[in-house]
């Protein structure tokens, strides 16, 4: 026989603050109220769990009347887990069923979640997105929109955002970098190089500026990536994962990480037009 969840007495209590919040109504329930859910999370002085949040949230939002329990000490939420046999918090119960934290929720409304080494490709998308973004606004501020200095922004932006992720943990980008680029593989102490010089050639040519340092430098390691993906990818069919944002990114290895190349390759190829005409 299921048991109603029922909070452990704390021994820490807080006046000037609700133990409960509540949208239940004090009237008496009619057939068509909206079914109860029951949350306990930890609300504490210095620990809100985000978590717990978004469970509320997500039940509120399923249209559940929400009876929001909060875990205000470290004993008092230890006391709830060994309870109801759990080892985290928050736990979701709806009527007598317990559900689970907020991933469990989640998938008890049919809802996506993250399984542990998904890949996807919305970091890069996202770069590309925002770097798009940029180069009109730019367009827009010298009086053009859709123009070749707009194309070429938008590569430039790409290139110094996709630097920037890098450059948060180099140790971390060498390492997952190392699996596949060739010249790393020979000269180690070039994937720690790697997006210094593409930050590089990224910021000289949003400004225009030495382009005799940054053309040479975007061919030279655009080229040698997109060898190095080709044949990770196509020749030898490894299943990797592409250091293009950084380390510990969850971005498939391939056709997004030769397009970062090729368009350093070509964009430093473009570049040359400066100089020849």
């Known amino acids: 026989m299921a048991i109603e969840p029922v909070i452990p007495e704390s021994t820490h209590t807080e006046p000037d603050k609700p133990r409960t919040s509540t949208t239940e109504s004090s009237e008496p329930q009619t057939a068509d ?21 978004k469970s509320v949230d997500l039940l509120e ?9 909060w875990l205000t000490t470290r004993e008092e939420t230890d006391a709830f887990k060994e309870k109801h046999n759990v080892d985290t918090t928050p736990q979701t119960f709806i009527g007598q069923k317990r559900i689970g934290g907020y991933d469990e929720l989640r998938r008890y409304f049919g809802k996506k979640v993250k399984a542990e080494g998904e890949t996807s490709y919305q970091p890069v998308l996202a770069v590309f997105g925002v770097s798009a973004l940029l180069a009109l606004a730019v367009g827009w501020m010298l009086g053009g929109l859709f123009t070749i200095r707009t194309a070429e922004l938008f590569i430039a932006f790409s290139m110094s955002i996709l630097a920037l992720l890098k450059l948060q943990d180099v140790e971390s980008f060498s390492t997952m970098f190392l699996n596949y680029d060739l010249l790393a593989q020979r000269h180690v102490r070039y994937s720690y190089l790697y997006p210094f010089g593409e ?27 997109a060898v190095s993906v080709f044949k990770a990818v196509y020749i030898d069919r490894r299943q990797l994962k592409c250091a293009c944002v950084g380390g510990g990114s969850s971005v498939p290895l391939g056709f997004v990480s030769l397009t970062e190349n090729l368009m350093m390759m070509g964009m430093g190829v473009w570049m040359l037009r400066y100089y020849f005409g």
Do not use: E
């Open 199 to 225: 930050l590089l050639a990224g910021v000289l040519m949003v400004a225009g500026a030495l382009l005799w340092i940054a053309i040479p430098v975007a061919l030279f390691i655009g080229t040698i990536g």
């Open 33 to 53: 109220s909206r079914a109860k859910a029951t949350v306990y999370r930890m609300v504490m002085k210095k620990h809100l769990c985000p978590f717990g949040l």
């Open 61 to 69: 939002r399923q249209d559940y009347n929400v009876d929001d329990n």
